[in-house]
């Protein structure tokens, strides 16, 4: 039997703090990071998309603050969060993670426990757009998605899927806890609670764990593993040329991939955020008590935590684009059925569906970028794209607002979602691989030898 530290990406590392083998298997480090990441998410993605739903009432109601009011913040804080990508991208493709993701649970703790002592609007709105969210953006999507790309190539799919398995578990855990807090605390001293858990869940293991790249390490990508995976070959050898590139910002920005890209996901991300922080009061003004509103509302995270392995599989056996359409085509339908459900059990299935799509976009969405930039300028690209699909996300909680406060109900913006969810299943499917300047490989590689394409592309 070979000694274990012959075995491809297994073999002596450097600065690694936890052990390459764990009761007599070899354990890849990447999946410590997939780990620490699933976490992080659950405690930053996980409570910004689905912990606000459930202030909104109660908040309401104490300061008499409306909707719009209320989501005008999150709308703030979305394109704050945009412009922070733009540093934030850089930073992880050359720092790592890790400081960036303690500095962001620092900043994001401190913002809940200030938020806890709002009286005014203004200070609701200062503390969100300048405390919160650049602490949520630290340790937010790009900075965990990036890093866990670079560990990852031919299973970067169930990687990206059960780190964001993370905010699943938020889904399901942060409605029902801060709605009984609230209930028998207050609403502010759910905040505090919140605050104080971001601290202590996210900083040690953060610190103690996360590293920038195997390569930092003596190690290689999937710990060295190559899988052939019958009709998922041509992904993998797409997978290996564009993993091969390093782009420029300029670069990136004069291809028309780029930018089709940004109108998907803009597209995909309006009706989302839109229906995550308006669900649970959506379901209270349908009559649903404030409990079963939070129990439907976790449906959301019960359908992500099986949807999302699932998608992670799909998108590593076939072209990331086929499974974006699909994903997009579950989330115009789960919207369309819940604003014609007329029962509690037809609600609950429409949202479970609505959580099929949602535990999809992150997984596929992550996916889509690696496969068609790669991943030594990762950061840059996702920091580009996210700028501004950043403005549809900040578009969907305030056109739910809005036409809640115009109409008295949701029903239009409800359908203006289905028609962004339709848009971006049909734009995707057109959106060609980018063409590097200095590559002079056709990209389309499906009429190319896999073995020649992986042996360009480094052996994985």
């Not at 200095?438 to 896999?450: A, P, T």
Request: with cysteine.
């Amino acid at each position: 039997m070979a000694d274990s530290s012959t075995i491809p990406g297994t073999g002596p590392v450097r600065g690694l703090p936890l052990p390459s083998t764990l009761f007599g298997h070899t354990v890849f480090y990447g999946w410590y990071i997939v780990a620490v990441a699933c976490l992080v998410s659950m405690m930053s993605m996980g409570i910004s998309a689905y912990g606000l739903g459930v202030f909104i009432k109660p908040i309401e109601a104490d300061l008499g603050w409306s909707r719009t009011d209320i989501s005008l913040g999150q709308t703030l804080s979305t394109g704050v969060m945009g412009l922070a990508g733009f540093v934030l991208g850089g930073l992880v493709d050359r720092q790592g993670g890790r400081l960036l993701m303690v500095l962001g649970a620092v900043f994001a703790g401190s913002a809940y426990v200030l938020l806890s002592q709002v009286q005014e609007l203004w200070q609701y709105y200062l503390i969100t757009a300048l405390v919160l969210t650049p602490g949520m953006g630290m340790m937010g999507a790009i900075v965990l998605n990036v890093v866990v790309s670079n560990w990852f190539l031919q299973r970067r799919g169930r990687a990206i899927a059960l780190t964001n398995l993370g905010v699943s578990f938020g889904a399901i855990l942060v409605p029902k806890v801060a709605t009984w807090i609230i209930e028998t605390h207050g609403w502010r001293t759910a905040w505090v609670a919140i605050g104080i858990s971001i601290w202590v869940l996210v900083i040690p293991p953060s610190w103690f764990v996360m590293r920038r790249r195997p390569e930092d390490h003596g190690l290689e990508p999937d710990g060295g593993l190559i899988e052939i995976m019958g009709r998922g070959s041509a992904v993998a050898a797409q997978r290996a040329a564009a993993d091969r590139l390093r782009w420029t910002r300029r670069q990136v920005m004069r291809t028309p991939t780029l930018w089709m890209l940004i109108f998907v996901f803009g597209f995909g991300s309006v009706g989302m955020m839109g229906m995550l922080l308006h669900m649970v009061p959506f379901l209270s003004d349908s009559g649903y008590s404030p409990a079963a509103a939070a129990t439907a509302f976790t449906m959301v995270g019960f359908s992500g935590l099986i949807s999302k392995p699932l998608w992670g599989l799909a998108v590593e056996r076939f072209e990331a684009r086929f499974v974006a359409a699909a994903e997009f085509s579950a989330l115009g339908l789960g919207v369309l059925a819940i604003s014609l459900a007329s029962t509690l059990p037809l609600m609950y299935g429409s949202i479970f569906l609505f959580g099929i799509g949602v535990g999809g976009m992150m997984t596929v969405q992550e996916t889509v970028w690696a496969d068609y930039y790669g991943r030594l300028t990762l950061g840059m690209v996702r920091s580009i794209g996210r700028a501004f699909t950043i403005v549809f996300s900040a578009a969907g909680p305030l056109v739910a607002a809005l036409a809640y406060d115009v109409r008295g109900s949701y029903e239009l913006a409800f359908l203006l979602f289905v028609g962004s969810y339709a848009c971006a299943a049909v734009l995707v499917l057109v959106t060609p691989f980018p063409k590097h300047p200095g590559d002079e490989v056709d990209r389309d590689v499906s009429d190319v030898g896999l073995e020649s394409e992986l042996a360009a592309g480094g052996g994985g």
